[in-house]
């Protein structure tokens, strides 16, 4: 394939995930996981202002996951219209959950800049056929957000050597996007991202943001769960709602799986393992709307999150089971802990 001009291939999780300098904590001391569309609308400007052209791999997870947050305030969650911005713009492409080798992919075809964190270990066994090292050539993973500034001398050393001075998509030289300009003054005060240290989550905001889900709605008193109500019950004849449930039951699993994804990464982020029982704990906080030590919950918990697990995905088992049998292949389990690779 023809190599296509002045490609930076953006892994988009990487950078949506990234909580680095703006670290939030829960009681505990666990690192929370965060969406920052600032920070991949950072990046985008940054490529482009240097002559590339940036083509941000975002997986279907997670731009639902962060979807159904744009109106939230809790205080871990940006601007999501920088999302959609992005995706109208074609900045942003969304694909399957197998984000990582679209990335990858994409970089070897067209013999691009590959900007990701991700070492690939198990890409690299499920696919031996492919070019691991140019793809260790070609990727770049030392970046940073510094003082509310995306940092990577690295790239920007690559994209000089790789892009003209004169090259016409250079945005310096060019118009900003309408989105982008609307916007600008507005997110520089609004939706900037935490102070540049390690601060403790406000439980106002994440019970706000709790109660404030219309999908997974759910009481805490009595642990009746009343989301995905009836999803296996056969019907004669398919509507338009049922359609929309469908859709929505579909949406929910992949929010689901995205968030177990998010909360393994995050936990794990600090010594590169965490106990099993962390995982339960942060996953009933995201959909169960817990708060707090979970020592002081109400007895019952383990089951509703077991429920509402059944729910979207039909399996009866443990939640801890479930998890263990959803592990991404960058993670494996040893009692107690799940351990990343």
Not at 97 to 109: E, G, I, N
Not at 182 to 199: F, G, I, Q
Not at 219 to 224: K, L, R
Not at 250 to 264: G, T, V
Request: proline share 4%; net charge neutral; with cysteine.
């Amino acid at each position: 394939m023809e190599n296509a001009k002045n490609l930076v291939i953006v892994d988009a999780a990487n950078i949506l995930r990234d909580d680095r300098g703006c670290i939030i904590r829960d009681e505990n001391q666990n690192r929370l996981v965060q969406m920052r569309p600032e920070r991949l609308d950072m990046v985008i400007k940054h490529v482009k202002s240097a002559g590339g052209q940036p083509v941000c791999v975002l997986r279907n997870g997670t731009y639902h996951s962060g979807k159904k947050r744009k109106d939230s305030d809790d205080p871990r969650f940006g601007d999501w219209r920088l999302v959609e911005a992005g995706i109208e713009s074609g900045d942003i492409v969304q694909v399957s959950d197998d984000d990582d080798m679209y990335c990858v992919t994409l970089a070897l075809q067209t013999d691009s800049i590959l900007l990701s964190r991700d070492k690939f270990r198990p890409e690299k066994n499920k696919y031996p056929q492919y070019d691991w090292e140019l793809v260790a050539n070609l990727r770049i993973d030392d970046y940073n957000f510094i003082a509310g500034q995306f940092v990577s001398p690295e790239l920007d050393r690559a994209m000089v050597q790789r892009f003209p001075k004169n090259d016409k998509t250079n945005t310096k030289d060019s118009p900003p996007d309408k989105a982008s300009k609307s916007k600008e003054k507005e997110n520089s005060v609004k939706n900037s991202p935490p102070l540049e240290k390690e601060t403790k989550s406000n439980q106002t905001h994440i019970q706000t943001k709790s109660e404030s889900k219309k999908v997974r709605k759910n009481t805490q008193n009595d642990g009746e769960l009343r989301t995905m109500n009836n999803l296996s019950e056969p019907s004669k004849h398919t509507s338009l709602e049922e359609k929309a449930e469908k859709i929505e039951h579909a949406e929910e699993l992949m929010i689901l799986l995205d968030e177990l994804y998010a909360s393994l990464y995050s936990l794990t982020a600090d010594d590169g393992q965490c106990n099993q029982a962390m995982i339960l704990e942060m996953l009933a906080k995201e959909f169960l709307g817990k708060t707090g030590h979970s020592g002081d919950w109400k007895k019952g918990w383990v089951g509703d999150l077991k429920s509402y697990i059944k729910a979207i995905t039909g399996s009866d088992q443990r939640p801890i089971k479930w998890v263990r049998e959803n592990l991404p292949d960058a993670f494996s389990y040893s009692n107690p802990y799940i351990v990343r690779k």
